[in-house]
């Protein structure tokens, strides 16, 4: 059964950092999806993608994070300068009907 | 009002016990909706679409109520297995594209 995949399990960073999360969605799926949960709270949305642009994205998502999808396989979630408060899972996700898929998640740890 | 609430658990119950999940949300516009399961630290793993009719899978029962924008989900006969936090999941918008917003999650322990 094909899965979404996601690289690395976890990545240490200090504050400042750039980090690059990446994902491989499931192949024939058209819509992409990052979202985040912190330790003890809920899963919360960051940004949507479709037709290599944008579609949604959530007030979280600010100037410091960007997507792209540089070939055919691969998603990846940028930030640019990392703070302590985006330690969180960061989980992928992609569909094709109305059911989202979920990678196993990046866990970012900044100090 | 929180887009999507659920009982805040954590429910602890033997093997073989039914146990109910509630969940509200607040958009009456809202068209799609699903209950996952999330095991610790692990992502979430869709457990079932939940429909206007009804449906069943297996040991599981989905129910939602438009009128009073609620969703539940059913579990008879549970197993050890089925210890994990249930999260009731809401599609916005309900179209393919649409970002999903997750209750809070319920936690379930079934003991032997």
């Known amino acids: 059964e094909p899965e979404v995949t996601q690289t690395p399990s976890h990545q240490v960073t200090q504050m400042g950092q750039e980090v690059i999360l990446r994902c491989v969605p499931i192949?024939?799926?058209?819509?992409f999806y990052w979202y985040r949960q912190i330790l003890g709270q809920k899963v919360e949305f960051l940004v949507s993608f479709y037709n290599n642009e944008i579609s949604e994205k959530s007030e979280i998502f600010d100037d410091q994070f960007s997507v792209e999808r540089p070939d055919g396989s691969n998603f990846t979630l940028k930030i640019r300068s990392t703070k302590l408060e985006d330690s969180a899972m960061y989980f992928c996700?992609?569909?094709?009907?109305?059911?989202?898929?979920f990678g196993p998640g990046t866990r970012l740890t900044v100090t | 009002r929180k887009e999507v609430e659920q009982d805040p658990g954590p429910f602890n119950v033997p093997e073989g016990a039914t146990v109910a999940f509630n969940c509200t949300y607040s958009n009456s516009a809202s068209q799609s909706f699903f209950w996952y399961r999330q095991d610790c630290r692990k992502e979430p793993k869709l457990l079932m679409s939940?429909?206007?009719s009804g449906n069943e899978d297996g040991r599981f029962t989905a129910q939602l109520n438009r009128a009073s924008q609620y969703i539940s989900l059913l579990i008879r006969d549970s197993k050890l297995s089925d210890s994990a936090t249930y999260l009731c999941?809401?599609?916005?918008?309900?179209?393919?594209?649409?970002?999903?917003?997750f209750g809070q999650g319920t936690e379930l322990s079934v003991k032997p």
């Open positions: 939940v429909y206007s």
């Open positions: 996700a992609s569909n094709r009907g109305y059911e989202q898929y």
């Open positions: 999941v809401v599609n916005g918008l309900g179209n393919q594209g649409g970002k999903l917003i």
């Open positions: 192949s024939n799926h058209l819509y």
